[in-house]
């Protein structure tokens, strides 16, 4: 499959990020036009004189743009044009369709989709007669279109009765680890900064690694795992990357899995120092965040790839941290800001057991990090390191001094 690229942008970003989800697309571009708007036009988006130079370009390839079109655009376009046009919120759908595995993910990337495609239906059935058929009959291209939007419009509906079974179920689990009190930790940032090789580097199961790979969207699945920071329990989750102008369907979508980063009590926001335009990255992810209700979520700056070596002209935000996941470089520094930040409040406490309080016993020993145990003739000792409010009910087993 071979495109033409277009933009309303000079900026080389937004072209590169274009070609890349095309190459994730299996597309081959062949070339790329660029025309500089001051407004966009509403029936077709760029102006006559442009479609007109397309068309000479044209053989047998589709045109890409770089912007969501509207329903009536990409039908005045295809019209024009008479080939496949469609656009950037459509290659990350086609995208998501390919990478996702698990039924959550799919059941997300399918509702995103219906809900592209449903007021575009116009455009696609063009094929299809819209002459009246008769006095009081319509003809059999708004008849066809009828019927393709009930089906989809009940497809979505079962998409969404399903997905919300699921929620219920996410939403079961997220409890069940506040009543742990174990801290959750979310990964986020740009699509392919390097999250999902940085959860692998720091889960100490090999047979609980997740996917990771050098290309946009790599992860579509919410993957948490249990690590242990400073000795201390935790839970660190790996979310879906975002980029700009992510298509509002998909954040609709899945906003149920990104109500983990809610819940999260800590933010690890990793940024790939190789990429130029890296603050945009950041202030995208920033912004995705700041839509979802996140932030006052305390997060950690972690600028990945410095084995690459192109990090010296960063500007970094505090508190920070510089790293390379795949080489296992700096964690020991990320280690030390994430025990700051989630366990500055933790005291060492030594207790005394007896014997017969059993639960007591087996609850603090699972729950919080032992310094030190010792199995008297009355009792056990323990040394632990905890939050005073999470043993708040243990306290009368504390030795005085």
Do not use: W
Not at 153 to 168: G, Q
Not at 220 to 225: F, G, Y
Not at 238 to 246: A, H, K, P, S
Not at 252 to 272: C, G, I, P
């Amino acid at each position: 499959m071979k495109a033409i690229l277009v933009l309303t942008s000079t900026n080389p970003f937004f072209e590169e990020e274009l070609k890349s989800l095309c190459e994730a697309c299996h597309i081959e571009v062949i070339d790329v036009v660029i025309q500089k708007l001051e407004k966009i036009n509403p029936a077709t988006y760029i102006g006559k004189g442009k479609i007109e130079e397309i068309k000479l370009k044209l053989q047998d390839e589709m045109v890409i743009f770089d912007d969501e079109l509207t329903p009536l655009q990409v039908k005045n376009l295809t019209d024009l044009l008479e080939t496949e046009v469609t656009d950037r919120t459509d290659l990350i759908l086609r995208i998501f369709d390919e990478r996702a595995k698990t039924k959550e993910a799919k059941l997300q990337v399918e509702i995103a989709r219906d809900q592209y495609l449903l007021p575009r239906l116009v455009g696609m059935q063009e094929h299809m007669s819209h002459q009246q058929g008769g006095s009081g009959f319509r003809g059999s291209g708004e008849k066809q279109i009828e019927l393709d939007r009930r089906i989809i419009a009940r497809k979505l509906a079962r998409s969404r009765k399903e997905l919300a079974e699921i929620v219920k179920q996410r939403q079961v689990q997220r409890q069940r680890r506040k009543n742990n009190q174990i801290p959750v930790i979310a990964l986020v940032g740009y699509t392919n900064s390097g999250k999902s090789t940085l959860l692998n580097t720091l889960c100490p199961d090999k047979q609980k690694k997740v996917f990771e790979k050098d290309m946009l969207f790599a992860t579509l699945e919410t993957s948490t795992r249990h690590i242990k920071i400073k000795n201390h329990d935790c839970l660190l989750t790996d979310t879906v990357g975002f980029i700009e102008r992510l298509p509002h369907h998909l954040i609709q979508a899945f906003r149920s899995t990104l109500e983990e980063v809610k819940e999260a009590d800590l933010l690890l926001h990793v940024v790939d120092t190789s990429f130029e335009d890296y603050q945009m990255q950041i202030e995208t992810t920033n912004e995705v965040l700041k839509s979802l209700g996140v932030e006052n979520t305390p997060m950690i700056y972690v600028y990945n790839k410095i084995d690459l070596n192109k990090y010296a002209y960063i500007q970094p935000q505090s508190p920070y941290v510089f790293i390379s996941a795949k080489y296992k470089r700096g964690l020991d520094l990320l280690e030390d800001e994430i025990s700051h930040l989630l366990f500055k409040d933790y005291e060492v406490f030594e207790l005394s057991i007896p014997y017969s309080q059993g639960e007591d016993f087996k609850y603090l020993h699972q729950h919080c990090y032992v310094k030190e145990i010792e199995y008297l003739e009355k009792s056990i000792y323990l040394k632990i390191e905890a939050r005073k409010q999470e043993i708040k009910n243990y306290l009368h087993y504390c030795l005085k001094h």
